[in-house]
């Protein structure tokens, strides 16, 4: 069954670093979407991305967050200049369409630990 | 806005008895889209159920079930027979108007324990 991919499951970085959190999407989906879920928390809306381009995006998103998907198939998130409270795992997540029934599979996730 | 409530932060049960999550939610939008996930302890987000806001019947996939009540905007998860591998976070969610592959926005959580 196909699924979400993401890389690395867990990524240790320092404070002001820049990481980049990977992401296979499922391979006929059109719709891409960052979440994040500090720990304990319950998960929060980051972005979503259709046609190339961000089609929503939360507070949370401000200019330390980016996203692109530099080829037909990896989505990515950076994060620049890395702060403590960026320790979060980030989930990505895809949908085919649009359609009543279509669901959003989650990614593994990815662990963030910025010392 | 859209909010989702949920009000049981924890909740233990034995094995083999049938459990109900409880979730609310709040949106002025007619359509809309309610999901459960899975949580266990290592940390993916597992889709279990979805339920239409248009759907007349409700949603059933194997020992889970959500008791969906419109008018109370009310949609409980119902797991039969719990099993140990039930122990996790489970988290109600809801997506915006089926025009849209718009965001989830995700309850605060329930734990469940399974005691043997």
């Known amino acids: 069954e196909p699924e979400v991919t993401q890389t690395p499951s867990h990524q240790v970085t320092q404070m002001g670093q820049e990481v980049i959190l990977r992401c296979v999407p499922i391979?006929?989906?059109?719709?891409f979407y960052w979440y994040r879920q500090i720990l304990g928390q319950k998960v929060e809306f980051l972005v979503s991305?259709?046609?190339?381009?961000?089609?929503?995006k939360s507070e949370i998103f401000d200019d330390q967050f980016s996203v692109e998907r530099p080829d037909g198939s990896n989505f990515t998130l950076k994060i620049r200049s890395t702060k403590l409270e960026d320790s979060a795992m980030y989930f990505c997540?895809?949908?085919?369409?649009?359609?009543?029934?279509?669901?959003?599979?989650f990614g593994p996730g990815t662990r963030l630990t910025v010392l | 806005a859209q909010k989702i409530t949920q009000t049981q932060p924890g909740m233990f049960v034995q094995e083999k008895e049938a459990v109900t999550l409880d979730c609310t939610y709040d949106?002025?939008?007619?359509?809309?889209?309610l999901f459960w996930y899975k949580q266990p302890s290592s940390g993916e987000m597992i889709f279990l159920i979805y339920?239409?806001?248009?759907?007349?019947q409700n949603a059933t996939e194997g020992r889970y079930s959500l008791n969906f009540q419109k008018a109370r905007k009310s949609a409980n998860l119902v797991i039969s027979a719990s099993q140990l591998g039930d122990s996790a976070m489970y988290f109600c969610?809801?997506?915006?108007?089926?025009?849209?592959?718009?965001?989830?926005?995700f309850g605060s959580g329930t734990r469940l324990s399974i005691r043997p």
């Open positions: 997540a895809s949908v085919r369409g649009v359609a009543s029934t279509d669901t959003q599979y």
């Open positions: 391979s006929n989906h059109l719709y």
């Open positions: 991305f259709y046609n190339n381009e961000i089609s929503e």
């Open positions: 949106t002025s939008d007619p359509s809309y889209g």
């Open positions: 339920q239409g806001s248009y759907d007349q």
């Open positions: 969610a809801m997506r915006g108007p089926y025009s849209s592959a718009s965001k989830i926005i």
